[in-house]
């Protein structure tokens, strides 16, 4: 196995890592939201989408070193 797919394959288990942290951020946004705890719900939704942009950017990394 060539070196860049084993380093493709490490920025994608952190791609998948990352995902579920935004998805936990995502879900304590709704629990907040449903409670009417705007503040709570508003930084945990902040998180979750600056978890998303990182799994986005972690996904193309994990793409780019998978083709060379």
């Not at 084993?6 to 990352?18: G, H, L, M, Q, T």
């Not at 705890?37 to 972690?58: M, T």
Request: hydrophobic share 60%; proline share 0%.
């Amino acid at each position: 196995m060539k070196f860049t797919h084993v380093v493709s394959n490490i920025f994608f288990i952190a791609f998948v890592v990352a995902l579920l942290v935004a998805i936990i951020f995502f879900e304590i946004g709704i629990r907040a939201f449903r409670n009417q705890n705007e503040r709570k719900s508003k930084e945990s939704n902040r998180l979750g989408f600056r978890w998303l942009l990182i799994a986005v950017g972690l996904l193309l990394v994990s793409i780019l070193t998978s083709m060379f």
